[in-house]
């Protein structure tokens, strides 16, 4: 058993004890163990102070002894994990159908909690003769943190994966509106119904030659353990998707499209990625590629066929009850007002905490500070709305702008009579407005939430 093995049977011990995985700390400790590295050099490397590394590592040791029936410390932790290896599998021999390699030791950190322990109700689990070997690189998919209510949802995508087999799966939504927690949720929950893994943010892949590369290095090693040969060729991306059952999730897609244009146009050097979404909506394959972002690609936008393999969810905002447990938090859920303050902002569950965050900075109540149908703007909130401002093209501002002078919705009608904006741009610009999630639209009406117009008239006209 490699370094890199041990520590990914370690992360299952201790979600086994704890529910949580080993955080970035816990699993240097354990690193620079194995690596005979001294607690001051382990601190070094962090930044902290070595008494805190030895916290660490003392909880880490009495999690591992409790959990494999034996004293591990920092001496023996090495031995330890090669006993318990040994003991997985001399277990797995006497089952004539099991395959050695039934505990997957493959992939980055962060496992299903499935490892056998010194408990026999345990070993039992192991032992199951039907094992899927599981490969994940999970590393950048973020912790997750308070789900609220999102079962209809959750539900949605999983019948499309699952049931429906769909290819390729938008989340949009505008900021904070939570559709990266829902994502975390939905991949904690089937991750193991596929072979493969696997969350990406495009911010650290900004080419399609790079994000290629990172998926086919990871389907090549992996393959490369499970199988004799050394000398594998690399196939195309395509066909380990077609090879194999792969979960693929690209979180902040926006990022592959450019500032100050209408929704969804490639920057220059992502344009491949255009292809490559082709590729997976119409080859044949058995894996779901999910893009999560403020916008989405226009050749996804554009499908409304529900027979394709194509699925667009537009998360919206929390109902009255979730809203009121992010109120309670910050002890205003007993305010009178806390549903016209939900209704004012929208369920949005960051839009939420941070006007509650700020109400009770203040010391004041939600009748004391939003009286009748004010909009407080606190300064991250600011920092939010700023950013996909921001994106937006001359025309959509002028747009927003509009929209903005109105507290009733607005007849496309009389949007068309404005003499700013011809009316052929006028069509495209709210089209693309509503791809970004800025506007809403009920029937030939149109209007913006509370939130974003006071920000547009205070801050983006």
């Known amino acids: ?37 001294k607690y001051k050099e382990i601190a070094k490397d962090f930044d902290c102070s070595e008494s ?26 090495r031995s330890a994990m090669e006993r318990l290896e ?12 099991m395959q050695i390699n039934s505990v997957n030791i ?9 490892l056998p322990n010194s408990n026999p109700q345990n070993q039992e689990i192991s032992n199951s003769k039907q094992i899927k070997t599981l490969h994940q690189d999970l590393s950048e998919m973020p912790e997750l943190g308070d789900f ?14 699952l049931q429906q087999r769909c290819r390729l799966i938008t989340l949009t939504g505008i900021s904070g509106i939570g559709k990266t927690t829902l ?12 072979e493969y893994a696997v969350w990406y943010t495009l911010d650290e892949f900004p080419t399609l030659e790079k994000f290629q590369s990172n998926l086919i290095q990871l389907f090549s090693h992996s393959e490369k353990e499970d199988s004799s040969p050394t000398n594998q060729k690399r196939l195309p991306l395509i066909k380990y998707l077609q090879n194999h059952r792969c979960l693929i999730v690209l979180d902040d897609v926006h990022n592959l499209f450019c500032s100050s244009q209408l929704a969804g146009k490639y920057k220059p050097e992502s344009e491949e990625y255009r292809s490559l979404f082709k590729q997976i909506e119409k080859l044949s394959h058995q894996s779901c590629l999910m893009l999560i972002g403020w916008e989405q690609p226009r050749e996804v936008t554009q499908v409304k066929n529900q027979n394709t393999s194509i699925r667009t969810l537009q998360l919206q905002g929390l109902g009255i009850a979730a809203g009121r447990e992010i109120l309670r938090d910050y002890g205003l859920e007993e305010s009178d007002n806390s549903e016209a303050l939900i209704h004012r902002y929208q369920g949005n569950p960051l839009w939420l905490k941070s006007v509650a965050n700020l109400i009770q900075d203040l010391g004041g109540g939600v009748n004391q500070l939003l009286p009748k149908d004010t909009v407080l703007l606190p300064e991250d909130l600011k920092d939010v709305l700023h950013q996909q401002f921001d994106r937006l093209s001359e025309l959509e501002k002028q747009v927003i702008s509009l929209l903005a002078k109105e507290s009733q919705p607005i007849d496309r009608a009389k949007l068309l009579e404005n003499d700013i904006i011809p009316a052929s741009d006028l069509l495209n610009v709210l089209q693309s407005l509503s791809r970004r999630c800025l506007i809403e639209q009920q029937a030939n009406f149109y209007t913006i939430s509370p939130v974003l117009r006071q920000y547009a008239i205070a801050y983006a006209m």
Not at 86 to 97: G, M, P, R, T
Not at 183 to 194: R, S
């Open 183 to 194: 994502a975390v949720q939905l991949v904690q929950q089937i991750k193991h119904e596929f």
């Open 148 to 161: 609220f209510d999102r079962t209809p949802e959750l539900n949605t995508i999983t019948t499309w994966i």
């Open 86 to 97: 040994v003991s997985i599998y001399s277990n797995v021999a006497q089952e004539e159908s």
């Open 1 to 37: 058993m490699n370094l890199k093995e041990m520590l990914n049977v370690a992360d299952r011990i201790v979600f086994e004890k704890t529910g949580q995985h080993l955080d970035d700390l816990q699993a240097a400790v354990l690193r620079g163990t194995l690596q005979r590295e």
């Open 106 to 114: 493959c992939g980055e950190a962060r496992y299903p909690p499935n």
């Open 52 to 77: 805190r590394i030895r916290e660490i590592g003392s909880e880490l040791w009495q999690i591992l002894s409790e959990e494999l029936g034996e004293d591990v410390n920092k001496t023996n932790f």
